[in-house]
């Protein structure tokens, strides 16, 4: 090195400065090959042991992806460090520029910050029927910005996780078992106790129907022209909607067979007092 610098002519002041720079060089290189195996070890690490602890593998990867970039922004700040390029002036404009970034994207981040929580607690999971920013649907997949349901008449719905995360999560398939309910009107002259027995003989007979919670029937109200009965029932969740349709089905047909009416709404008018004398027709000329 100092022969060929000897021979271009260089003087003593260039000379150092060229050796010191190289040598600089040098070690940033070292640095930056030496930094980028271990970013990629200590990241690729903590991927591991997420995914040990079983969290997601699309938020363990999602962290993993972070964690290196974050390492890889540090190499690069120490590498400029080494060679002597000032660095303060760098950190300044990587923190502009995170912040004006963050400002632009305020809905993304929160879209983000939002598909972690879900992910990392887990309110709902791929399968679960719920109730998700104010739409019922299957959820067939979530991602680090998206819910994905699937309505009941087939239609694909794509829910941002701010307002899945903001708003309330009802999960229908969480507990296992559900409890319906519905309401049957029998005219004022019918047994009323006939009619809970008949409807009582329907729970046993359908085994979709638990005994433990127990199901009932009750005498809700009286209403304009019916005696209101209550029926609650419980069942799995895959069996409620065909249970729930064939009872109140077969009730109907058991009532019919025992005579038990189903009223309908209807109205009695009354008229109270002496009806008008019609005035004597007059005699007209022939």
Excluded: C
């Amino acid at each position: 090195m100092n022969d060929f610098l000897d021979r271009v002519g260089v003087d003593a002041a260039m000379r150092a400065l060229i050796l010191t720079y190289s040598i600089r060089i040098g070690l940033a290189i070292v640095l930056l090959v030496i930094g980028f195996w271990i970013a990629a070890r200590l990241a690729n690490l903590g991927r591991r042991a997420l995914e040990r602890a079983r969290v997601d593998v699309t938020l363990a990867l999602f962290l993993r992806n972070a964690i290196y970039g974050v390492l890889l922004a540090l190499l690069f700040i120490q590498v400029l460090g080494t060679i002597g390029i000032p660095t303060a002036s760098f950190i300044a404009a990587i923190g502009a520029a995170g912040l004006a970034v963050g400002l632009a994207l305020t809905s993304s981040l929160s879209n983000l910050a939002w598909g972690v929580l879900l992910i990392l607690f887990r309110p709902f999971r791929v399968g679960d029927y719920v109730t998700v920013g104010g739409i019922d649907g299957t959820v067939q997949s979530v991602n680090l910005m998206h819910t994905f349901l699937i309505t009941p008449d087939n239609r694909e719905a794509v829910v941002p996780n701010a307002k899945v995360g903001g708003d309330a999560i009802i999960n229908y398939n969480v507990r296992g078992t559900r409890r319906f309910e519905f309401k049957v009107g029998i005219g004022y002259g019918d047994d009323i106790g006939k009619a809970m027995k008949v409807i009582t003989d329907l729970f046993e007979a359908d085994p979709r129907i638990l005994k433990d919670p127990a199901p009932g029937v009750w005498t809700d109200a009286l209403g304009d022209s019916s005696v209101n009965l209550v029926i609650r029932a419980w069942t799995t969740v895959a069996d409620m909607q065909g249970a729930q349709t064939n009872l109140l089905r077969r009730i109907k047909e058991r009532f019919d067979e025992e005579g038990i009416t189903i009223p309908y709404p209807q109205s009695e008018i009354r008229v109270v007092g002496t009806p008008p004398i019609a005035p004597p027709t007059a005699n007209r000329p022939l």
